[in-house]
C-alpha cells in the first residue's frame, strides 16, 4: 500500500509540475503575444529614420522655393525635425550596436565623404572661410564619442575634460553645441523614452528663444560661434529660423509614438541616409553653382 501511495502520489506531484511548466508557457507566450502587439501599435525605427531622410530633403531643397511661397516655410517647418532624429538614433545605435568601433569608423568616413558636398551646397566653394564649416555627420561623430566618453572612460578628469574638448569642437559642425548636448541628454536618460521627449522638449524650446530677434544682436557672437552659417543672417532671416526651430518640437510627439522596434531591415535602412546625405548635398551644390542660385 505504502508503495501504491508513493507511486501515486509522485504521479500526482509530475502532474502539478507539467501544469505549472504548461502556465508558465501559456503567460510567457501571451506576454510575447502583448508586446509584438505593443510594439506594431506604435512607429518602428526604420520608419522613423526614413520619415527624419525625407524631412531632411525638405529642408534643404527647400532653398529653390522663393520666400514668398508659404510651401517653403512648411518644407523648413517639418525640415527641422530630421536632425533630432538622427540625434536620437546615434545613441539608439550606440547602446545596440554589436562593433561600436565600427560603427565610430563609418561615421567617420561618410563625414570625410560629405565634407565637399556640404561645403558646395551651403557655401558654394572651399575657401579658409569656409574649409571649418562641418556637416552634420561630423556633429554625429562628435556626439557619439561624447556618449563613448561618457561610458568608457574611468578616470573622471580624463573623461570631462574630454567631452569638453568635444563640444568646442562640435561648434564647427552643423548644429554646433546644441547637436552633442541633445545625444548626450537623449544618453542621460536612455531606457525612458518619455524622458528623453521631453528632456529634447525643453532644448528644444530654448534654442529659438535664444536665437529670437530680442537677443541676437547681443548674442550674436556667441551664436555664431555654434553656426557657421548665422553671422550672414539678416533680421528677416531670423523670423525663418524661429519657425525652423518650432519644428524642431516634432520630435517630441514622434518620439512617444515610438514603440522601441526596430522595423523592417533592408540595405536602405541600414546605408540610405549616408549615402543619401552626400549625394543629395552634392546634386544641390551643382545646382547652386551652375545656376547662380
Given at each position: 500500500?505504502?508503495?501504491?501511495?508513493?507511486?501515486?502520489?509522485?504521479?500526482?506531484?509530475?502532474?502539478?509540475?507539467?501544469?505549472?511548466?504548461?502556465?508558465?508557457?501559456?503567460?510567457?507566450?501571451?506576454?510575447?503575444?502583448?508586446?509584438?502587439q505593443t510594439k506594431n501599435m506604435g512607429i518602428a525605427g526604420n520608419s522613423l529614420k526614413l520619415y527624419a531622410v525625407c524631412a531632411m530633403l525638405l529642408e534643404h531643397f527647400a532653398v529653390f522655393v522663393p520666400t514668398s511661397n508659404p510651401i517653403k516655410y512648411i518644407m523648413l517647418f517639418f525640415g527641422r525635425s530630421a536632425a533630432p532624429l538622427f540625434f536620437y538614433f546615434i545613441v539608439e545605435g550606440y547602446h545596440h550596436t554589436h562593433n561600436r568601433n565600427q560603427y565610430?569608423?563609418?561615421?567617420?568616413?561618410?563625414?570625410?565623404?560629405?565634407y565637399i558636398p556640404f561645403i558646395l551646397c551651403?557655401?558654394?566653394?572651399?575657401?579658409?572661410?569656409?574649409?571649418?564649416?562641418?556637416?552634420?555627420?561630423?556633429?554625429?561623430?562628435?556626439?557619439?564619442?561624447?556618449?563613448?566618453a561618457r561610458?568608457?572612460?574611468?578616470?573622471?578628469?580624463?573623461?570631462?575634460?574630454?567631452?569638453?574638448?568635444?563640444?568646442?569642437?562640435?561648434?564647427?559642425?552643423?548644429?554646433?553645441?546644441?547637436?552633442?548636448?541633445?545625444?548626450?541628454?537623449?544618453?542621460?536618460?536612455?531606457?525612458?523614452?518619455?524622458?528623453?521627449?521631453?528632456?529634447?522638449?525643453?532644448?528644444?524650446l530654448v534654442r529659438p528663444i535664444m536665437q529670437s530677434n530680442?537677443?541676437?544682436?547681443?548674442?550674436?557672437?556667441?551664436l555664431?560661434?555654434?553656426?557657421?552659417?548665422?553671422?550672414?543672417?539678416?533680421?528677416?532671416?531670423?523670423?525663418i529660423l524661429l519657425l525652423q526651430q518650432m519644428g524642431a518640437?516634432?520630435?517630441?510627439?514622434?518620439?512617444?509614438?515610438?514603440?522601441?522596434?526596430?522595423?523592417?531591415?533592408?540595405?536602405f535602412t541600414k546605408w540610405g541616409f549616408y549615402v543619401i546625405y552626400p549625394l543629395h548635398l552634392l546634386i544641390i551644390g551643382i545646382i547652386r553653382i551652375v545656376f547662380s542660385i
Amino acid at each position: 500500500m505504502f508503495w501504491v501511495d508513493g507511486y501515486g502520489t509522485m504521479k500526482i506531484s509530475s502532474l502539478v509540475r507539467l501544469w505549472d511548466i504548461k502556465e508558465i508557457e501559456t503567460m510567457s507566450s501571451e506576454s510575447n503575444i502583448s508586446n509584438a502587439q505593443t510594439k506594431n501599435m506604435g512607429i518602428a525605427g526604420n520608419s522613423l529614420k526614413l520619415y527624419a531622410v525625407c524631412a531632411m530633403l525638405l529642408e534643404h531643397f527647400a532653398v529653390f522655393v522663393p520666400t514668398s511661397n508659404p510651401i517653403k516655410y512648411i518644407m523648413l517647418f517639418f525640415g527641422r525635425s530630421a536632425a533630432p532624429l538622427f540625434f536620437y538614433f546615434i545613441v539608439e545605435g550606440y547602446h545596440h550596436t554589436h562593433n561600436r568601433n565600427q560603427y565610430t569608423r563609418n561615421l567617420a568616413i561618410f563625414a570625410v565623404i560629405s565634407y565637399i558636398p556640404f561645403i558646395l551646397c551651403f557655401d558654394g566653394a572651399l575657401t579658409w572661410e569656409t574649409c571649418l564649416n562641418l556637416n552634420v555627420i561630423f556633429t554625429l561623430l562628435i556626439g557619439l564619442l561624447v556618449i563613448r566618453a561618457r561610458h568608457e572612460i574611468q578616470n573622471p578628469f580624463i573623461k570631462y575634460f574630454t567631452i569638453g574638448l568635444l563640444f568646442v569642437l562640435s561648434c564647427f559642425g552643423d548644429w554646433g553645441y546644441i547637436a552633442p548636448l541633445i545625444i548626450l541628454t537623449f544618453d542621460v536618460f536612455y531606457g525612458d523614452v518619455k524622458k528623453q521627449a521631453y528632456a529634447y522638449a525643453i532644448i528644444a524650446l530654448v534654442r529659438p528663444i535664444m536665437q529670437s530677434n530680442l537677443i541676437v544682436n547681443i548674442l550674436s557672437p556667441v551664436l555664431s560661434l555654434s553656426n557657421p552659417h548665422i553671422r550672414s543672417l539678416d533680421f528677416s532671416s531670423w523670423n525663418i529660423l524661429l519657425l525652423q526651430q518650432m519644428g524642431a518640437l516634432l520630435p517630441v510627439f514622434l518620439l512617444n509614438l515610438y514603440n522601441g522596434g526596430k522595423g523592417k531591415s533592408n540595405s536602405f535602412t541600414k546605408w540610405g541616409f549616408y549615402v543619401i546625405y552626400p549625394l543629395h548635398l552634392l546634386i544641390i551644390g551643382i545646382i547652386r553653382i551652375v545656376f547662380s542660385i
